[in-house]
């Protein structure tokens, strides 16, 4: 079981002038205590939850490839885009160059998207669920095309392109692996199933029942289910002096389990360090052998 680090929170003390060294820091200790992937949310408000809107954040892609400067190992994605907040041509060419600056560490990550309110507010597209759906399809396909062999015109129900040049390509082969996040059982599933070499489901009650509905997808479009990556979003707080450790640890036991390969998740008051730190000689070897 591997251990991920999600930056979803971009509002520390020392301020938007303290804010790329605060990232530095995050990131190169995630690394060094073993975290095996870090990505940062495709959001361009803060969202519920977490803060309220006016709060910092980030453009994603900007952001990956800063943290791509700074680190040497860890995995990097958006966790995850918003197919219709990018053209598909212009997504794989942004993961492509993150791919190839970072060396082959880029994943893309994506869905269908959720959060009209920001949309609409600086005016990105932001249409009826199932052609956000229909989109992330052939975004999917447009991805794949442009990182494989053929360089030819794409022609979907919404997207149209001429050719899908695209040099360099990744370096990761065949191609950067895809996580596709969301549990929607008729539609993200089955995009999982068909496109993805990874999915990301939310810890809860219901996951064990959406795993399953993943196997039969995968029997339906005849892929080998543990083919997919199963990756599971939950809280990574170790608290102030490890007293929640072992509670993660005994959720990890009953994921790995359950098949799950990597948990990913938040860690409150990362910028302060220690609970990286934490993490780092508490949770990630143990988790190891699980």
Known sequence: MEIGLHIANFTYPAGPSGLADDLTRIVTTAEDAGFARVSV???IWQIRGIGPAEN??????????????????????AWVTAATYREPGMLAKMVSTL????GGRAWLGIGAGWN????????????????RFERLEESLQICLQMWGDEDGPYAGKHYRLGRTLNVPQPLSRPHPPILIGGGGEKKTLRLVAQYAQACNLFDGPELEHKLNVLRGHCEAVGRPYDEIEKTVMMSLDPGEKGEKVDAILGRVEQLAALGVAEVHGYVPGMWEITPLELLGREVVPAAAKF
């Open 41 to 43: 949310m495709d959001h």
């Open 56 to 77: 910092d954040m980030l453009e994603a892609y900007t952001t990956l490839g800063y943290l791509a400067a700074r680190t040497s190992r860890v995995q990097l994605l």
């Open 99 to 102: 791919d190839v600056l970072s």
């Open 116 to 131: 009209e309110e920001e949309a609409n507010g600086l005016g990105l597209l932001f249409p009826p669920t199932a052609e």
